[in-house]
């Protein structure tokens, strides 16, 4: 080990990050007079914005830790939930996205409540905001602290939890979603360099690739890894994690909202194809460096150093620097899209919708106070997380078990016109019960031993036959009243005569080919 000295230069670039993103957060934020310029930036964003801050939204500070450390315990296996949202998002592009922004809906549960009615609004509505608060919040700011406790490991975990959330907070609640995405460009494109330089450096530290081959002779240089594995087993990436992905990149507010944004649809689709191209630089940028490092260093005692001492060991001050500014920039981004996600969902879903005639400025004040009391309670519950040891365990596996059913629901509605409201709504109460009472079972008291992908899976299955038989058991809705909200195959012939008559470059489903194409060509390669 070299000198492993954070130095004054290194926290000063980090500073003045931190300055010229509240800053820029706050100048962007000015005059947001209408709910739709709060919550949605107006409609206005374009393709890069909307690709660059679905990008930065996915990150967290720990991905750089937790993917190096996977990369080098466990190999390329963690690489999955990188590649397969990539195609996902071609499905979002083609099957969802169409649907929302013709819809014109604020949030996902508003879109819900027009395909069925507003039982389902609600329940979604209130699953997003409790997760948001106490699951994705909590756990960005937590992960995020125990990040920077291994760069600075006197640091007491409460401080940069606390200055992390203030930050954040500043910005998210003074600009709403224009002000989060323009800073979501700055620290997603502060995120690739930090990764970037960080691979570079192991790359020219070690003496080949073959020594990486032989300090991972166990196969777990293949992405796929055997059924029965703890982790990633195969057949568990093209089922449970395809059931989360789509929960997540199609059906997740904190995601979509950023495609409401678009100005348009086609810059909601070229901006979502964008970002799944930036989720395939997670194997170089986040995964080698971690493989890598168990070629210089064999013997650390945690996988979870990995990325800490390639940082600290190979980088000198100054790049030290951008990496720690890289791994804010995560945090701070994540913490931002939840933030706006809760306030849009609290805001539009319950107040505009039980008190249509509040004024649009009284909604961006409700909207405001909403994001500082979500980052407030999040960050109460972020510091105490610790005191429950395995808990940040626990919720890291809360997607396996409860979103099956709100998957089923959007999928099946989409899909199957006869999908009723009454069948919507019981598959989500149901499936959240069923899936809450799993997760306990399983995860925390080991009743059960069933791998989560799998689980996730299964309930997926069981939510679904829920959905088909009260459906079929129950009146559907007029046709004349959902054909708007369900896909049929004349709407791509439509839209394959519409696109004829484009230039090629303009057609997005040349880049969804291309996107495809280049995924499964990183797939062939590490296969």
Same mark, same amino acid.
């Given at each position: ?5 954070? +130095? ?72 999955? &939930? ?81 200055? %992390? ?42 003496? +080949? ?80 460096? !971690?493989? %890598? ?73 409700? !909207?405001?106070?909403? @994001? ?13 997380? &610790? ?34 409201? &009454? ?7 149901? !499936? ?13 008291? !080991? ?8 689980? @996730? ?71």
């Amino acid at each position: 080990m070299g000198n492993t000295d954070i +130095s004054y230069l290194d926290v000063g670039i980090v500073g003045l990050y931190i300055v010229l993103t509240l800053l820029i957060g706050v100048y962007v934020g000015k005059r947001k007079k209408s709910a739709d310029e709060y919550f949605l930036a107006g409609r206005s964003l374009t393709w890069p914005v909307v690709g660059f801050s679905l990008y930065a939204t996915n990150l967290s500070g720990a991905s750089f830790i937790g993917l190096a450390g996977a990369g080098y315990s466990s190999g390329l296996a963690f690489y999955s &939930h990188e590649w397969v949202p990539a195609l996902i998002l071609i499905v979002f592009v083609v099957l969802f996205l169409p649907f929302y922004m013709r819809s014109g809906v604020s949030t996902l549960p508003e879109f819900l409540e027009r395909r069925y009615d507003e039982r389902s609004r609600v329940v979604l509505s209130g699953f997003t905001i409790v997760t948001n608060v106490f699951i994705d919040c909590a756990i960005a700011l937590y992960a995020g602290a125990l990040v920077f406790q291994a760069f600075f490991p006197h640091m007491p975990l409460w401080l940069p939890i606390v200055v %992390m959330a203030v930050l954040t907070g500043v910005y998210t609640v003074f600009g709403g979603l224009k002000s989060v995405a323009v800073n979501d460009v700055i620290q997603a494109i502060v995120f690739l360099v930090g990764g970037a330089i960080v691979f570079f450096a192991a790359l020219a530290a070690i003496p +080949s690739w073959d020594a990486v081959e032989r300090a991972a002779p166990g196969g777990e240089l293949s992405i796929f890894q055997p059924a029965d594995d703890a982790q990633v087993p195969w057949p568990g990436v093209f089922t449970g994690l395809v059931v989360i992905g789509i929960y997540f990149w199609c059906t997740n507010q904190v995601i979509v909202q950023r495609t409401l944004g678009a100005k348009s649809l086609d810059h909601g689709r070229n901006g979502a194809l964008f970002g799944g191209f930036l989720k395939l630089t997670g194997i170089a940028i986040m995964i080698l460096p !971690g493989s %890598m490092a168990l070629v210089l260093y064999p013997d650390l005692s945690n996988p979870d150093e990995a990325f800490p001492t390639l940082t600290l060991d190979l980088l000198p001050s100054g790049l030290r620097g951008v990496v720690l500014a890289a791994v804010l920039a995560g945090i701070m981004s994540t913490v931002a899209g939840v933030l706006n996600s809760a306030s849009t969902l609290l805001t539009m879903d319950f107040v505009a919708k039980y008190r249509p005639r509040t004024a649009q400025r009284t909604l961006v004040l409700i !909207g405001r106070a909403t @994001a500082a009391g979500v980052i407030a309670v999040s960050t109460v519950w972020a510091t105490q997380m &610790h005191r429950f040891g395995t808990l940040f365990v626990y919720l890291q596996s809360v997607l396996s078990y409860l979103v099956p059913p709100i998957v089923a629901v959007f999928l099946f509605g989409l899909l199957w016109k006869r999908t009723t409201r &009454h069948g919507a709504f019981w598959t989500l109460l149901s !499936g959240l019960v069923v899936g809450a009472v799993g997760l306990l079972a399983n995860e925390v008291y !080991g009743m059960l031993d069933i791998q989560a992908l799998y689980a @996730a899976a299964i309930l997926f299955v069981g939510s679904s036959l829920v959905l088909v038989t009260v459906s079929l058991a129950t009146e559907p809705l007029p046709d004349d009243e959902v054909a708007a909200y369900v896909w049929r195959p004349q709407l791509w012939r439509d839209e394959s005569r519409e696109l004829a008559g484009k230039p090629w470059y303009v057609n997005y489903r040349v880049y969804a080919a291309l996107l495809f194409l280049t995924t499964l060509g990183v797939v062939v390669t590490f296969a």
